[in-house]
């Protein structure tokens, strides 16, 4: 059974930075798709980025030129720094990893981090 555990949230004033780990416990990271997701209160869960296990990065829109995902294969982490960062972007933030083996797929979350921007 994977575990995600992540870290780094908190208060941030707009125009500012943060940068959130999660960490991976099972074996085999490397071959894992991890994501950010982020969920603000009244809202879907969204993608916010995502990093293949060969290095291919996608992000949303609303975050593109702003955050950047990035990933530790030694350490099993994967991270998002976040700079400028906007009010918009207040939510809990949720480390995702996704295995598909041939036509089985396996899909583990992490319990989030609370990420508030206010002045």
């Given at each position: 059974?994977?575990?995600l555990?992540?870290?780094?949230?908190?208060?941030?004033?707009?125009?500012?930075?943060?940068?959130?780990?999660?960490?991976?416990?099972?074996?085999?990271?490397?071959?894992?798709?991890?994501?950010?997701?982020?969920?603000?209160?009244?809202?879907?869960?969204?993608?916010?980025?995502?990093?293949?296990?060969?290095g291919?990065?996608?992000?949303?829109?609303?975050?593109?030129?702003?955050?950047?995902?990035?990933?530790?294969?030694?350490?099993?982490?994967?991270?998002?720094?976040?700079n400028?960062?906007?009010?918009?972007?207040?939510?809990?933030?949720?480390?995702?990893?996704?295995?598909?083996?041939?036509?089985?797929?396996?899909?583990?979350?992490?319990?989030?981090?609370?990420?508030?921007?206010?002045?």
């Open positions: 059974q994977v575990q555990v992540e870290s780094g949230g908190g208060l941030a004033q707009p125009g500012g930075s943060l940068r959130l780990s999660c960490v991976h416990s099972g074996s085999a990271f490397s071959f894992y798709v991890m994501g950010w997701y982020r969920q603000a209160p009244g809202k879907q869960r969204e993608l916010v980025a995502g990093i293949t296990s060969g291919s990065t996608n992000y949303a829109d609303s975050v593109k030129g702003r955050f950047t995902i990035s990933r530790d294969n030694a350490k099993n982490t994967v991270y998002l720094q976040m400028s960062l906007k009010p918009e972007d207040t939510a809990v933030y949720h480390c995702n990893a996704e295995l598909r083996p041939g036509l089985q797929k396996y899909t583990y979350w992490g319990q989030g981090t609370q990420v508030t921007v206010s002045s």
